[in-house]
Each structure stands twice: as structure tokens, then as C-alpha cells.
């Protein structure tokens, strides 16, 4: 079982501060627990297909119902689905791009959002599956979106928010990485924020 699932979704690969801090706080998050495993799911090396006509008929049939294709585009969703669970701890790592996450991560939670796995149908509404587990984000951008006149634009969070709650993931904290186009002396405040607050997260883990 893996303990941490760590996302990363920039196509920035190792010039990505998403990545990168994501990356790092997912480490400390392990050193601190007691080295726990670590389980990457890098959505740009490892890209994933986004959902199409395929997909949405094999997640409405039994598994033995499927034809080869659609055997194919579920079984891409099921493993997905299995690291989420098997995680106790989730790190995401995304660049706000146009007030949002990257599409790469869109299709991350495409495919983890099942009806009857990660979440369910019952009389009072849906139910979250996914519970007992705590969810860090780490978000970089260029301009500052936390709070002050553009947090109105700031989509990414409270979207990742909504859909991580839809499945039972409630407990969720937020790491800024922002202001990174204000000048070199701003980025290098940012990261050093970002970082000391990643600290303080594991630390109180």
C-alpha cells in the first residue's frame, strides 16, 4: 500500500516550482511520518488519455460486459483509482494556467472521480468513498492570487477543493507559490514563503 500519492502536472518538467515544491513536501512529509512510501504520478512523463466515447461506455457496463477497447480505457481509470485509495496522504502539484489547473490534472480527476469507487448515489445526494485522508496542494503562479483583487480569478483552488470534497477528501491545505513574475527579489520571497509554509505543513503532520 502506498502511504503518499504525489501528482505533478506541469509541463515545465524540472524548471516547474510546482513540481518541485510538491516534490519536496511530499518528501518531508514521508522523513516525518517515518519514511513513508511515496507513490509519483508524473501526468506529463506518464500522460493520460482524456476521457472520450470509449471511456464513458466502459464505466457504465460490468467489467464482463466490456469489449477489448473498453477493457482498455477502464482498466487505465482502475489503476488511477487504486493509487488514490491505496494513498493516505495525497500531494498535487499545478501551475495556474488561464485561472486554472493544467488539463493534464483534469484529466487526472476525470479519471478518479468513479461513480460506485471514489464516490456514490444515495437518497440524501452523493457520498464521498475516498475518506480518512489528508490532501496538500501546492500552487505556483505568476501574479498573486490567494487573496487581493485577482483571488476572484483563482479558480484552480476552489475547484480542486470541490472535487477532492465530492469524494471524501475534506481535510485539505493549500501551499502559494505566487507573485513569481513581480521580479527576481519577489520569486525569491515566494519560494522562501512556499517553503517555510511546506515545512510548517509536514511538521504539524
Do not use: C, W
Given at each position: 500500500?502506498?502511504?503518499?500519492?504525489?501528482?505533478?502536472?506541469?509541463?515545465?518538467?524540472?524548471?516547474?516550482l510546482s513540481n518541485k515544491l510538491a516534490t519536496d513536501l511530499a518528501g518531508k512529509l514521508s522523513t516525518q511520518a517515518g519514511s513513508k512510501s511515496i507513490v509519483h504520478r508524473d501526468l506529463v512523463s506518464q500522460p493520460l488519455p482524456h476521457i472520450d466515447g470509449v471511456f464513458a461506455a466502459a464505466i457504465r457496463k460490468p467489467a464482463d460486459q466490456r469489449n477489448a477497447e473498453e477493457a482498455k480505457a477502464?482498466?487505465?481509470?482502475?489503476?488511477?483509482?487504486?493509487e488514490l485509495l491505496a494513498a493516505d496522504t495525497l500531494?498535487?502539484?499545478?501551475?495556474?494556467?488561464?485561472?486554472?489547473?493544467y488539463s493534464s490534472l483534469k484529466a487526472w480527476i476525470d479519471h478518479?472521480?468513479?461513480?460506485?469507487?471514489?464516490?456514490?448515489?444515495?437518497?440524501?445526494?452523493?457520498?464521498?468513498?475516498?475518506?480518512?485522508?489528508k490532501a496538500y496542494l501546492v500552487l505556483a503562479s505568476g501574479g498573486v492570487y490567494?487573496?487581493?483583487?485577482?483571488?476572484?480569478?483563482?479558480?484552480?483552488?476552489?475547484?480542486?477543493?470541490?472535487?477532492?470534497?465530492?469524494?471524501?477528501i475534506t481535510d485539505v491545505e493549500v501551499v502559494y507559490v505566487e507573485g513569481?513574475?513581480?521580479?527576481?527579489?519577489?520569486?525569491?520571497?515566494?519560494?522562501?514563503?512556499?517553503?517555510?509554509?511546506?515545512?510548517?505543513?509536514?511538521?504539524?503532520?
Open positions: 500500500m502506498s502511504n503518499i500519492l504525489l501528482v505533478t502536472s506541469s509541463p515545465r518538467g524540472a524548471d516547474s477502464a482498466a487505465v481509470s482502475d489503476e488511477l483509482v487504486a500531494v498535487i502539484g499545478t501551475g495556474l494556467i488561464n485561472f486554472n489547473i478518479i472521480a468513479r461513480a460506485g469507487l471514489t464516490f456514490t448515489y444515495t437518497e440524501n445526494g452523493p457520498v464521498g468513498l475516498a475518506t480518512g485522508k490567494s487573496d487581493g483583487p485577482a483571488a476572484a480569478m483563482n479558480h484552480a483552488v476552489p475547484y480542486l477543493k470541490t472535487v477532492l470534497g465530492f469524494i471524501g513569481l513574475a513581480y521580479g527576481p527579489e519577489a520569486a525569491e520571497k515566494a519560494i522562501a514563503a512556499a517553503q517555510t509554509r511546506a515545512k510548517e505543513l509536514a511538521l504539524a503532520a
